[in-house]
């Protein structure tokens, strides 16, 4: 059962290179988000996507973007890399954005991105 | 007031013994509520969900008292597998699903 798949585990980039983050989920949810998390700062919601189509800013957007490729896939861009954006990368899916028990989100194993 | 808050720690406990800690929220609309546990290094995983009435799960105990708006969770006969971070979650029926912080917790040997 893989769940919610991202890809890289790892990377390191230097400052100003761009590189895109891979998900995507076998779980048919209609929602999906990009979170990151630094030390003693908790999960921080950076982009997500309500369902196929659509995508909304999330509490730290800035220096991101993303693509909701189809309903299985989403997709997180940094275009010129720096190191503040130095971070664990989470992507996660649930069955709708909203919405009461059962609506578990599930995350994938996170990507360790290191901006130099 | 945050939206949801949590004593971040750590709660530094024997193994063995029973610790609690809460959460609070700050919009009485959320209607649902939920602990997620996170591994060192590891993604977030649900570990329960907090009924209104309460629930079991084992050693672990959450509940939810809408009139001073936290939920709590409760481990009993703490293991040393148990040490993680705890985070709260909570969910209003037209609002996004708010993680806490999260409160870390270390089991003694």
């Known amino acids: 059962n893989a769940g919610v798949t991202q890809t890289p585990k790892f990377q390191v980039l230097k400052t100003g290179q761009s590189m895109t983050l891979q998900c995507a989920q076998d779980?048919?949810?209609?929602?999906m988000y990009w979170y990151r998390q630094d030390p003693g700062m908790g999960l921080r919601l950076i982009y997500y996507s309500a369902s196929e189509g659509t995508t909304d800013k999330g509490e730290v957007p800035n220096g991101y973007n993303v693509s909701r490729l189809n309903k299985r896939e989403f997709s997180l861009r940094l275009e010129s890399a720096a190191p503040s954006q130095t971070s664990v990368y989470f992507c996660?899916?649930?069955?709708?954005?909203?919405?009461?028990?059962?609506?578990?989100?599930?995350f994938g194993e996170g990507s360790w991105l290191t901006v130099v | 007031r945050k939206e949801v808050e949590q004593d971040p720690g750590p709660f530094n406990v024997p193994e063995g013994a029973t610790v609690a800690f809460n959460c609070t929220y700050s919009n009485s609309a959320s209607q649902s509520f939920f602990w997620y546990r996170q591994d060192c290094r590891k993604e977030p995983k649900l570990l329960m969900s907090v009924y209104s009435s309460g629930n079991e799960d084992g050693r672990f105990t959450a509940q939810l008292n809408r009139a001073s708006q936290y939920i709590s969770l409760l481990i009993r006969d703490s293991k040393l597998s148990d040490s993680a971070t705890y985070l709260c979650v909570v969910n209003a029926q037209d609002d996004k699903i708010i993680f806490g912080k999260g409160t870390r917790l270390h089991i003694l040997p």
């Open positions: 996660a899916s649930s069955q709708t954005l909203t919405g009461g028990f059962g609506n578990t989100i599930y």
């Open positions: 779980m048919n949810h209609n929602s």
